[in-house]
């Protein structure tokens, strides 16, 4: 995994908050369903039963529909992971996310023909539903 600075225009910005917005909203659901398992209960839903109940709720709210799938599914295989590593004793429990603070989502699968470099320090990343995003070119670019 690699980071890039991206430097978006003022709509893309709206975008990629938009897609942030969504990732957290999508990972406080995931804790909060943790939370509320106690033991001696049926266990916590998995990361397919989460991927299964997010399609439904895409399919509820239009304002959930707006923002990625990609991105969505994502901060559940994320927390899938955090939880992964709770039960493996290396990390702390995964906690909320607050909006503003560390904010981030990840795109995966990343094809050649989404990236192209427009000149030696500058490149462009096709991010979903967002389109075309210039970024700094800092190292190479490894895609998948």
Not at 41 to 52: D, H, I, L, N
């Amino acid at each position: 995994m690699s980071r890039y600075r991206l430097q978006p225009s003022p709509a893309q910005e709206q975008a990629l908050l938009e897609h942030c917005g969504h990732a957290r909203y999508v990972w406080n659901l995931a804790v909060e369903q943790h939370a509320c398992w106690k033991p001696g209960r049926k266990s916590a839903p998995g990361f397919a039963e989460q991927c299964r109940q997010l399609t439904e709720a895409r399919a509820a709210f239009a304002w959930l529909r707006t923002g990625s799938i990609i991105v969505q599914q994502q901060a559940l295989k994320d927390f899938a992971q955090a939880m992964a590593h709770y039960f493996g004793g290396t990390h702390r429990r995964p906690a909320w996310r607050r909006r503003g603070r560390g904010e981030g989502f990840r795109i995966v699968a990343v094809k050649a023909g989404d990236v192209r470099r427009l000149s030696r320090h500058v490149g462009e990343v096709r991010v979903p539903k967002v389109g075309w995003i210039r970024f700094r070119w800092s190292r190479a670019v490894l895609t998948g």
